[in-house]
């Protein structure tokens, strides 16, 4: 049964609303929002578990079978009001997170404290164009932020983002035979032509200060990569991008 909306005071409504907004609402109800018919259709491809669809008349007409969901319509201002997002969808909906649990791997991404939720996006929809294991963060922006996942674009449902805290993860990658390599321009530096990236783990560090001090001691070498130009450093998607395609075999 579709559920009609003509309020924006509506609880289904403040409750999506607040969903877009607050981090620890987000992780405590284990839900995450999402917008746009296609990336619908990836998460129903991709099997997800999607509580909650809200969608304009028009949109609800074109909308997938979503066994479970709650399907609600409202006029396109409703869903104007909910979004942060610069322009809204005329599809919103609600995916529950899936649990991120470490296993090993044949590459990985660590994420140091990255901030920006445009670069997390990008990374993750990077990790799985070129088919990296696993990503682990320690204390990023939040990746169910719902500017990461309009970025991430439907890879935010199939790359693992794991938490972890990076001075007990790199110990336990390194004892598992797995080399990691720190993003910087500190200590054993070494260009990243020259350095096989197989079987090996990279840190890329936060946008303004770079990889913490006390985890990038923890590495077995640092790796840049070497710019003929004026620039001081890469942006740290762009940085992570690079990486990756090497990490990937190329």
């Known amino acids: 049964m579709i559920e009609r909306i003509t309020s924006r005071q509506n609880k289904t409504v403040k409750y999506i609303r607040a969903l877009s ?3 620890d609402l987000r992780h405590s109800a284990g839900e995450f ?3 746009g018919e296609k990336l619908l259709l990836e998460a129903v491809a991709e ?3 999607i509580p909650l669809v809200l969608a304009s008349e028009v949109a609800a007409e074109r909308l997938p079978d979503i066994p479970g969901a709650k399907i609600c319509v409202a006029p396109q201002d409703i869903l104007d009001s ?9 599809v919103i909906f609600t995916c ?3 649990k991120a649990e470490y296993k090993a791997m044949p590459c990985a991404l660590l994420l140091d404290r990255l901030q920006d939720t445009g670069n997390l996006g990008t990374i993750i929809r990077t990790a799985d164009a070129f088919g990296i294991g696993a990503v682990f963060e320690d204390g990023c922006a939040d990746i169910y932020n719902p500017k990461t996942v309009r970025s991430a674009m439907g890879s935010i449902f199939r790359v ?3 938490s972890a805290d990076f001075t007990e993860l790199i110990p336990r990658l390194r004892a598992e035979g797995m080399k990691v390599y720190a993003s910087e321009l500190y200590g054993d530096v070494m260009e990243l032509p020259d350095t096989d990236l197989n079987n090996a783990a990279v840190i890329i560090g936060n946008e303004g200060n770079g990889v913490r001090r006390e985890v990038a001691q923890l590495a077995d070498a640092s790796v840049i990569i070497p710019m ?3 620039a001081e450093s890469l942006n740290a998607a762009v940085a992570a991008s690079i990486f990756m395609y090497k990490m ?3």
């Open 21 to 23: 907004r607050e981090r």
């Open 33 to 35: 929002v999402c917008d």
């Open 47 to 49: 099997h997800m578990e």
């Open 82 to 90: 909910i979004t942060t997002l610069k322009t809204a969808q005329s």
């Open 96 to 98: 529950r997170m899936k």
């Open 160 to 162: 693992p983002v794991v």
């Open 228 to 230: 003929r130009g004026g």
């Open 248 to 250: 990937s075999g190329r």
